[in-house]
């Protein structure tokens, strides 16, 4: 089986299953720890696991159930408005744990629906948006297949959600949705110092600029995602973002929780730092 081969492993996250699990078991025992609920979609962060994997751990592992998930439909990928939407066509995905097979029925499905790159696994680029999530999925998930897609931030994006689910559901898959992102990234490293330096600039991140992305994040309301993302800068993937809303939506969510949030400033106080976000998706 053709395989996406791992490119951030041993720098951004651990190299080999026993450190990951060691990790992975360290960020389940942090507050808030995984939530009890009817969770069928969550928005995470993708830095490196040091600075963000706590977050994106225990979304991920709040998103079990009881019953079994066929396939967790992950978006993600830093794209500009333009960007062409592409997907993973087949083969597996590795991970420490072992790989993650692609669902190529639903794949072929959303390809067969929409205007798509495909790209198989030895052209797929090397994204952490996707990647930094494999061993979370791997680990909570270890018979579920994936369907990886990049998704640009314009309208189309709520319509590849939709559609991934639509054509789910036609299939009789029980998935769950990711969508991969990371917040604010301020400071002269990214160009973005509009609120000055120092305390005052984290305070205006954390309390405004991504203040007002998590609140579109809750809404669900696709539009005001891409919006925030493309005027304010507060969503590296606002594409990703949106498709996960609409795809939740579609699946029946009908409240949003607000997870976790963090800096990397905490992690290592910088004049460039970046925010990280948590949200859940629930049916009740």
């Given at each position: 089986?053709?395989?996406?081969?791992?490119a951030?492993?041993?720098?951004?996250?651990?190299a080999n299953?026993?450190e990951?699990e060691?990790?992975?078991?360290g960020f389940?025992?942090?507050?808030?720890?995984?939530?009890d609920g009817?969770f069928?979609?969550?928005?995470?962060?993708h830095?490196?696991?040091?600075y963000s994997g706590?977050?994106?751990?225990?979304?991920?592992?709040?998103l079990k159930?009881d019953e079994?998930i066929?396939t967790?439909i992950?978006?993600?990928a830093?794209?500009?408005?333009?960007?062409e939407?592409f997907?993973?066509?087949h083969g597996?995905?590795?991970?420490?744990?072992?790989?993650?097979?692609?669902d190529e029925?639903?794949?072929d499905?959303?390809?067969?629906g929409?205007?798509i790159?495909?790209?198989?696994?030895?052209?797929?680029p090397?994204?952490?948006?996707f990647?930094l999530?494999?061993?979370?999925i791997?680990y909570?998930?270890?018979?579920a297949?994936i369907v990886?897609?990049g998704?640009?931030?314009?309208?189309f994006?709520a319509i590849?959600?939709s559609?991934?689910?639509?054509?789910?559901?036609?299939?009789?898959r029980n998935?769950r949705i990711i969508?991969?992102?990371?917040?604010t990234?301020?400071g002269?490293?990214?160009?973005f110092?509009?609120a000055?330096?120092g305390t005052?600039?984290v305070?205006?991140?954390?309390?405004?600029?991504?203040?007002?992305?998590i609140?579109a994040m809750?809404?669900m309301d696709?539009?005001?995602?891409i919006?925030?993302?493309l005027?304010?800068?507060n969503?590296?993937?606002?594409g990703?973002?949106?498709a996960?809303a609409?795809a939740?939506?579609k699946?029946g969510a009908?409240?949003a929780v607000?997870?976790d949030?963090a800096t990397s400033?905490?992690k290592?106080?910088?004049?460039?730092?970046?925010?990280?976000a948590?949200?859940?998706?629930?049916?009740?």
């Open positions: 089986m053709e395989k996406k081969k791992m951030f492993a041993g720098s951004w996250y651990p299953a026993a990951c060691a990790s992975i078991k389940l025992k942090e507050k808030p720890g995984p939530l009817s069928i979609g969550g928005i995470v962060p830095a490196g696991w040091y706590s977050i994106a751990c225990r979304v991920i592992a709040s159930s079994k066929d967790i992950l978006f993600g830093h794209m500009h408005k333009q960007s939407p997907i993973l066509t597996a995905v590795e991970t420490p744990f072992g790989p993650i097979e692609v029925e639903l794949t499905k959303i390809i067969a929409i205007s790159r495909k790209m198989p696994p030895f052209k797929f090397d994204e952490n948006t990647e999530q494999y061993p979370f791997k909570f998930f270890p018979d297949k990886v897609c998704v640009a931030p314009s309208f994006a590849i959600g559609m991934a689910v639509e054509e789910a559901n036609n299939l009789s998935v969508g991969s992102t990371d917040m990234h301020y002269p490293d990214f160009g110092t509009n000055g330096t005052k600039a305070e205006w991140v954390k309390n405004e600029n991504d203040r007002n992305a609140q809750m809404e696709e539009s005001k995602i919006a925030q993302g005027e304010n800068k969503m590296c993937c606002a990703a973002v949106a996960s609409a939740c939506k699946l009908v409240k607000e997870f949030y400033f905490e290592s106080a910088s004049a460039s730092f970046v925010g990280y948590g949200v859940l998706y629930s049916l009740s």
